[in-house]
């Protein structure tokens, strides 16, 4: 996957127009023509996420991130969440195409809902963008997320790091995958497998149990861990592929007394992820700059409803549909104790929301201000 960065160099949006107004008769006499010069008003933009469950950072961020930047421009938006449910995404898009929307960002649930949403929007002359994930076999005109290989690849060095720390020997590896119909939860296996393999092969690490989760239910992920902990009770470290199922694994070490003492890793740099980290239950986080990933997509999609045809620098290669996708894509960070800090910095989570109660002090030693 190449790193994209994103380059509009599209035309003016403004589109002059002759207008001719006519006036009603009245004694006989009709009113003189008129040319007026207009602006062309941006067509709307529609945008789908997909639930609240498999991450905050849905509607604290994301949604928040969007909305700024469509206000911003004046360009009118609809933004609305599936909740996880496919027939509500279909019936979404169709209201949206329905209602006039002329550019489509959708956040896919698998890439057969996806890919469904993305043709009949195509075939009705919208502009679409597929944002953080990409849908396999799909038609989307533009991709917008982070590079999700390295993503995975940080994970993997994270737990490595944490690993290290607690000085393991030939530590028992568990891991708790995404959703297998996400294709980033596939990329990110991708990366930390990158990472893990070599370890397990070598017989530095004993690979322990590996699932995925579906849906990225988070309530699913502590069942399937708890039953994880049952087959191999000596499991030293877990590699959960986002800070949900992270919290799921650490709910259940907690019951055996064992959170802080296993390494577990997480993605989304969500609150509770960082909180996580600061009492020392969670080794690291990834962070993705979300607002940066909204900025990116919102410039296109502006752009895309003023009827320009923005043009990227990156592409990523569809494995199911063969072509190559226009793709910005952005660098992600790795997040432990000592640089929480760089979170609250970017302004992705406020200092209030983390330091509340017995985190106060945490925050303090992690020298969050």
Partial sequence: MRKGILSLTAAAAAITL????????????TGAQETATQAAKPGKIGVILPDSKSSARWETADRKYLEEAFKTAGVAHDIQNAQGDKNTFQTIADQMITNGATVLVIVNLDSGTGKAVLDKAKSQGVATIDYDRLTLGGSASYYVSFDNVKVGTLQ???????????????????????????NNATL?????????????????????????????????????????????????GVLAANDGLGNAAITVLKKQKLNGKVPVTGQDATVQGLQNILTG???????????????????????????????????????????????????????????????????YVSKDELCTGDFAEKCTEAGVS
Avoid at 303 to 308: F, N, S, T
């Fill in 18 to 29: 002759g207008l001719t107004a006519c006036g009603g008769e009245s004694g006989g006499t």
């Fill in 156 to 182: 993997g060095e994270g737990l490595a790091k944490c690993l290290t720390e607690k000085k393991a020997d030939k530590p028992i590896v568990a891991e708790l995958n995404g959703s297998p119909t996400d």
């Fill in 188 to 236: 990110f296996k991708q990366g930390y497998d990158g990472v893990l393999q070599p370890k397990y092969d070598s017989g530095d690490y004993v690979k322990g149990p590996d699932q995925s989760v579906p849906e990225w239910d988070n309530t699913q992920a502590g069942t399937l861990f708890e039953q994880m902990l049952t087959q191999e009770p000596k499991i030293a």
């Fill in 281 to 347: 239950d969670q080794c690291m986080t990834v962070y993705k700059a979300v607002k940066k990933e909204a900025d990116a997509t919102a410039e296109l999609a502006i752009a895309l409803a003023k009827g320009e045809k923005p043009t990227v620098s990156g592409s990523v290669k569809d494995p199911e549909g063969g072509r190559d996708v226009p793709s910005v894509l952005l660098e992600p960070q790795a997040i432990f104790f000592d640089n929480v800090k760089d979170v609250v910095t970017d302004g």
